[in-house]
């Protein structure tokens, strides 16, 4: 019987790569290695206008979104103007409760005596 | 005999030296990395793309390499691990027909019986893919079961069984084919 393992390491010899193998590997090394610089350079118009897009985009979400601080402040505060103009009022109004007109007229007219006795 | 003037260290990818070193490697042991994906998955295309993915992975994982021994183990540890994953993902499983197999690439060297190398690794071809790996490893290699354990991560018994095991089948198969006339 023939030596079956001596028939196997002849079977099972090393076969030569097919022609271009190594040049196919630098290739798809120099694609990979070099992609993000390439992508950049060949692209580069496409990703330019995809990246001015998403910065309007971002920019006038950031405009709208200090607009909309601008007017909510001022909302507010004309909310607080409005609340002290009422606070305002209702201080008058209790003033006048407080202190009625002929009260001041007799105040007033009392003064006035005062004084004019005083001058004499 | 393999390039063994190569010389590595642990020097980045980016230095000239190592690009050179890589590009020395490529072309040193391009046949060994085909070879072994080509007996083991029996495909020259399938066998070509597995040998190309192989020298990518070793660019990005140059500097890890220590020594030009180094390197060969890792080329036959990575070439062969990344066969058997394809093999167990794969549709054809373990075996594949004879139909389905590749018209074998031309050797370096001529056969001295052609017919008998052509059938014994399409018997080859046959047996479950963990045999499959022992055999190429063990007879195109030349490893002993030892160096084979250490790369498939597998007892040494488990390797030997499997050689003794699948000699026994090759030798039967040879057998029955030399007994069965020709049609």
């Known amino acids: ?120 | 005999m393999d390039h063994a003037g190569v010389v590595l260290g642990g020097l980045s990818i980016d230095g000239e030296a190592d690009k050179l070193a890589f590009v020395d490697a490529v072309t040193a042991h391009q046949s060994l990395v085909f070879s072994i994906a080509y007996h083991l998955l029996r495909n020259a295309t399938l066998a070509e793309e597995t040998a190309q993915d192989v020298f990518l992975r070793l660019y990005q994982d140059f500097d890890k390499i220590q020594s030009a021994s180094h390197l060969i183990h890792w080329l036959r540890r990575t070439t062969t691990h990344r066969c058997l994953d394809t093999l167990r993902h794969s549709e054809r499983r373990t075996h594949v027909s004879l139909d389905e197999l590749d018209i074998d690439p031309p050797s370096a060297q001529p056969d001295r019986d052609p017919i008998m190398s052509q059938t014994l690794r399409r018997l080859v071809a046959e047996l479950p893919a963990g045999a499959r790996a022992v055999v190429v490893l063990r007879f195109q290699e030349d490893l002993e079961p030892r160096e084979i354990a250490q790369m498939l991560d597998l007892p040494v018994n488990t390797v030997k069984s499997r050689l003794q095991r699948a000699l026994i089948v090759l030798r039967g198969k040879l057998a029955s084919l030399e007994e069965s006339p020709h049609e």
């Open chain 1, 1 to 120: 019987m023939n030596d079956i393992e001596d028939d196997l390491k002849a079977a099972l010899c090393r076969k030569p790569a097919p022609p271009g193998f190594a040049a196919k590997v630098f290739e798809r090394m120099e694609d990979g290695s070099a992609s993000s610089k390439a992508r950049w350079k060949v692209s580069n118009p496409f990703w330019m206008a995809a990246a001015a897009v998403i910065l309007m985009m971002v920019g006038s979400g950031v405009v709208g979104y200090r607009h909309h601080v601008r007017t909510r402040n001022e909302a507010a505060l004309n909310r607080t103007l409005a609340a002290l103009s009422i606070a305002a009022a209702q201080l008058d109004e209790a003033e006048k409760r407080a202190f009625p007109q002929e009260r001041w007229e007799r105040i007033g007219k009392q003064l006035s005596e005062v004084q004019s006795s005083e001058g004499k």
